[in-house]
């Protein structure tokens, strides 16, 4: 990128040091334009100075990379160093957040155990490509599309627990559940006639209860 700055001196010269000495530069690193020459004058009337244009180049400054771009670079990173090959599908939602789906071989290393890799993964691509920006990005990360099946499992599985806290009139506790599954559990029978959720005990062994709604009784 080009820069440039005026200078006055008593004569072309001496205004083409001035610059010289204000950028800290060479003369063959600069191109000079002669704006005005000076002018003597008669016993000083009408005496002008020189004015010299000292143009250079300045390295452009790298743009930040965004929020997209520094996700996926760390998660190549991170990928390679998990020796698993995947290509990343990535779209902007339109609240801002950012969706990136993992494809290809080895996907249940990067799952894990009810989707444990995938949510470390998921939190740690958040703090890597958000750090040192001002606003936060959500970054949701999912492979072969795992969370919506699982969400629809975790759906089913809510529906068929209802339908036995009912039948049976007893609670129903579920298995040990991380936030987001507990979340879907809880959203899934919020509107389910006759019962209640709630969760109860403490990380990693939290879970749901399902139980009749005794208001409805």
Do not use: W
Not at 49 to 74: I, M, N, T
Not at 112 to 123: P, Y
Request: charged share 30%; with cysteine.
């Amino acid at each position: 990128m080009q820069q440039s700055i005026e200078v006055t001196g008593k004569t072309e010269e001496e205004a083409i040091a001035s610059a010289l000495r204000q950028l800290n530069l060479k003369r063959d690193e600069v191109s000079i334009e002669i704006v005005e020459r000076a002018k003597a004058g008669f016993l000083r009337i009408g005496a002008a100075p020189a004015v010299v244009r000292v143009s250079y180049e300045v390295p452009d400054e790298p743009a930040e990379p965004s929020v997209q771009e520094k996700a996926e670079k760390f998660l190549e990173g991170l990928l390679e160093r998990m020796g698993v090959s995947a290509s990343l599908e990535m779209s902007l939602r339109e609240n801002g957040s950012v969706s990136i789906n993992l494809s290809g071989e080895g996907m249940g290393a990067v799952i894990g155990r009810r989707g444990e890799t995938l949510d470390a993964i998921q939190h740690l691509t958040n703090y890597a490509a958000n750090r040192g920006s001002e606003t936060r990005t959500h970054i949701s990360i999912d492979a072969e599309n795992y969370r919506s099946k699982r969400e629809e499992s975790l759906v089913h599985l809510a529906e068929k627990m209802a339908a036995k806290t009912l039948k049976y009139k007893r609670n129903m506790a579920l298995e040990p559940m991380n936030s987001y599954e507990r979340h879907v559990i809880h959203t899934a029978l919020q509107d389910y006639e006759g019962v209640t959720t709630c969760s109860t005990g403490t990380e990693p062994n939290r879970r749901v209860v399902i139980s009749c709604d005794k208001t409805k009784a």
